[in-house]
């Protein structure tokens, strides 16, 4: 948004650079402060479990009097996925459809990485969406200066589809195919969202996306990754 032109306000807990406001979650007064005056507001909620859907409401009633606000939720969430960070995004984004006369959802499908090995529980030939942080950034610019080409709609974003080796390969490294077993031991979350990849997978145009945004210069993984150093393997 600075790049192109507009003021940005960088909202968060602990204020260290020019241009910083101060708020939390936790402190729905101090958001309400912090979006005080303000034509957008850029949401993206913090994964912390049970209390994400509670600190996404208190945020939307801060922002209930800001023309527009721009929520990043995740690709799917609002189909009853059962994976515990989607749905918690999936309240939030009821709430803000039922309670803000100006909306957008944005649902990013994983971001685009660029380091190490590629490892996944996940098939090898399972091909997955992938959305390079960029293109998120620049959908959220596209919707607030074009607030009404956004409005009240909900949009799944992604750059590219490939496998997990297809990104190995991209990255000049190696795919390993983690056990489920092992994510659920580091994560029943994560191993919930990665069995529904397998399972159900996602629903997502990218010709489409691309047709209609052409504005964002969308990113396929080769085109984000090119330029991007890896660290040294020893």
Do not use: C
Not at 130 to 147: G, H, N, S
Not at 182 to 201: C, H, I, K, N, P
């Amino acid at each position: 948004m600075a790049e192109h032109g507009h003021d940005v306000r960088r909202v968060t807990r602990n204020p260290t650079r020019p241009g910083d406001v101060r708020g939390d979650f936790d402190e729905p007064a101090s958001l309400a402060e912090a979006f005080s005056g303000v034509d957008g507001v850029f949401l993206m909620t913090p994964l912390s479990g049970p209390a994400e859907p509670a600190q996404g409401i208190a945020a939307v009633e801060a922002a209930r009097h800001v023309p527009h606000v721009v929520f990043t939720s995740a690709t799917n969430a609002d189909r009853g996925t059962g994976i515990p960070h989607f749905d918690t995004k999936a309240e939030i984004e009821r709430y803000l459809a039922a309670h803000h006369p100006h909306w957008t959802v944005l649902g990013p499908a994983a971001f685009m990485g660029a380091e190490g090995d590629v490892a996944l529980p996940i098939p090898p030939a399972l091909k997955l969406h992938v959305v390079a942080p960029e293109d998120i950034a620049a959908m959220a610019v596209l919707a607030f200066e074009q607030p009404e080409r956004f409005r009240n709609r909900r949009i799944d974003i992604a750059g590219d589809l490939l496998t997990g080796p297809e990104m190995a390969a991209v990255r000049g490294t190696a795919f390993v195919e983690v056990p489920m077993s092992q994510a659920e031991v580091y994560s029943r979350d994560l191993a919930a969202m990665f069995r529904y990849l397998t399972e159900v997978g996602l629903d997502l145009d990218i010709a489409a996306l691309r047709a209609e945004f052409p504005e964002v210069g969308w990113h396929t993984y080769a085109e984000w990754f090119r330029g991007r150093a890896l660290p040294k393997r020893t």
